[in-house]
């Protein structure tokens, strides 16, 4: 079973552990005895396996457990302990026909025990990894505070109530003092925790982490605004102007609807920029309409910091009637996009997105690549209010391809959410992930691809003589058909939803890789979650990192040269496609298991429920780069943090800046 249904079960159990212990709570106050003690042993029982599911976990990784070993289950075992001890005799000697079976001390004990289980499972839902002080202070005494209100509920001051007559006798009135003075203290040991608690969670957290590496020298510090990208292209290239107007427009779809998009010169998706190797690509990004401001982003293209276009920190975003010029060389070859990284949440969503394609210049790999290839088709999939728009058409659209033609399909996944992509019809190979060629992918068929937010599949294969279809989300009716001739007969494609899932990590066939992975100067740990945090200066149900939202999170320090590994850790219920700017990141491990494939070299991997990903990259271009969730309503939600290198500074702020630059 995987960690993330493990996850589910956990919290199912948590959930019965709350519910049997506030039914045994209530028979009891009801005098129900048998049904009391049949629900007290349940709420034993279910709290016992409630040890081995969080055991369990445990033993999947810390990280999922923390918070549970260390406050939750403690509470609830005390608590539950002392329930079962007071109650327990009671409602055997009930059984065996002495006594009615309850007194205030055992309901208010198997109440507490229900509010303990309450508190843990909150916590675990508001708080998560890691747990702090303050919040074990703040819980517990909300806890302890639980308890003393049901207490005067359940036998409350004497005066109002029938105990009045036994106020009269002085042993009665001593009891009642001693009661008050014990609420009394309750109460004053609950405010002072709660104080307490509150007051150390609003500690400033630490700016930035060094992950075990040495801290920032005393250097001067470069602007990011001064690393742009080279003037010229490279001998035998050319220079690609572009001139992209951000402007708002409603653009009609092949099938006559209409959409209200946010655009790039009215187009979705964008101008397709294409380049060869060693070109020198210039784009003049101009604001018509699009009043909160936009950028160009080159995602998974390592270009110079200057020119990653990330409002706040490499510039400010470009508003209505301004303008920014990008250039950078394109050393790189492959499938990449670009979109606005300005409120990119909605940006992108609307349309604010286009294509990248660097293409190799000469030798061996042109003949591969392009030369031969006469049907290359780049084909960005976005979703526009449920309808899944592949290049700018919704609805199923063909394509001629003669037999025999080397055929390559580049799929960039432009949405939040990952696709699912099926070719029918065909064997065929996972040139490139990501912009980068795998080494000697092997030939597939009849398997599901996976295809996180943000990532791209080059597939290739030589056309045959009948169609092929390409089918994104097992929707059988749209994605593309490749036709060998017009009269071709339409190839009825089978239902795809149950085509296993291709793993990448097993793909292909290892080769060295150009660093020692085993070594990292610095190793960052990055645990996300939902929780209570502050989001851009408000308190938000945000999406964390380490119990964080952006720009809380601290920096991670690097070093040019560094070698630095990440462990990616999902606690939380849904997916997050983890992307890190200016740099790819060579896969080491899913949940423990090595890569055994292709070396697997990706701008964005999805950390999926319960998975641990382990991954390490050189740290060799210089800046502050933004580390995110590319789900852009999570990134929005405050899952974004900063790499940030030793000596490098921003003059920008605000947004993805967050807080001002820290000195140097
Ligand atoms: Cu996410």
Redesign the pocket.
Known sequence: MTTGLWIILDHGVALLTIATWFAAGVTLALRRTRLALAVLVAAVLVTLVRVVTVAILADRGWWFVQEKVLLGLPMLGAAGAAAVLLAGPQLLAARRGRGDGGSAGGVVSVLTAAYAALAGLVVTFLVGYPLTVSTAFITISLVCAGALLTARVVAPPAENTADAGVAQAPEGRRAISRRRFLGWTGGAVVVTAAGAGTGLSFLPAESVTMGGGPGRSSRAAVSVADLRGSGSPASGGTVRRHVLTAKKATVRLPSGREIDAWTYNGEVPGPEITATEGDLIEVRLRNADIEDGVTLHWHGYDVPCGEDGVPGVTQTAVGPGEDFVYRFRADQVGTYWYHTHHASHVGVHKGLYGTLVVRPRDGQRADEHSAAEQVDLTLPVHTFDGTVVIAGSDGRTEHPAPPGTPVRLRLINTDSDPHRIVLAGNPFRIAAVDGRDLNQPGEVSDVGLHLPAGGRYDLVFVMPDRSVALVVDDDRDGGLRLRPHGDAPEARVEDTSDLPELDLLRYGAPAAVPFDTRNADRHFTMV?DRGVAMVDGQPAYA?TVNGRGHPAIPDQLVANGDIVRFTVVNRSL?T??WHLHGHPVLILSRDGTPSTGSPLWVDTFDVRPGETWEVAFRATNPGIWMNH?H?LP?AHQG?MLRLHYDGVATPFGGSHGGSPDHGH
Do not use: D, R, S, T
Request: charge should be negative; hydrophobic fraction near 20%.
């Open positions: 996300l999406q849904e997050h496609p969730c789900n999570h899952m």
